[in-house]
Nanobody, 119 residues
């Protein structure tokens, strides 16, 4: 069974920086993509940033130029560096990993970590 361990987050003033990390563990699990989503009350979960096993990245338009997703050589863990944070970046950030255990595809979510940006 795949498990995710998230760390980082916290409270910061606007213009500040925070970093998140997410590590996946599980035997014989092949990661296809790994990244972060954001959820705020009353809104749908939205993609923040994702990196594939091949190194391709995808960012929400709202964070381009401010956030950077990166990964270790083996593709795990994944890091999200968040700079020039804005109050609208506030939310629960959830790590997501997609991959295969053998031939079985899996889509796994972390419990989430709170990011709060004060004006």
């Amino acid at each position: 069974q795949v498990q995710l361990e998230e760390s980082g987050g916290g409270v910061v003033q606007a213009g500040g920086s925070l970093s998140l990390s997410c590590a996946a563990s599980g035997s014989a699990f092949r990661i296809v993509a790994m990244g972060w989503y954001r959820q705020t009350p009353g809104t749908q979960r939205e993609l923040v940033a994702m990196v594939t096993s091949g190194g391709s990245t995808n960012y929400a338009d709202s964070v381009k130029g401010r956030f950077t997703i990166s990964r270790d050589y083996a593709g795990n863990p994944v890091y999200l560096q968040m700079n020039n944070l804005k109050p609208e970046d506030t939310g629960v950030y959830l790590c997501n990993v997609r991959g295969y255990s053998g031939t079985v595809s899996q889509d796994v979510w972390g419990q989430g970590t709170q990011v709060t940006v004060s004006a």
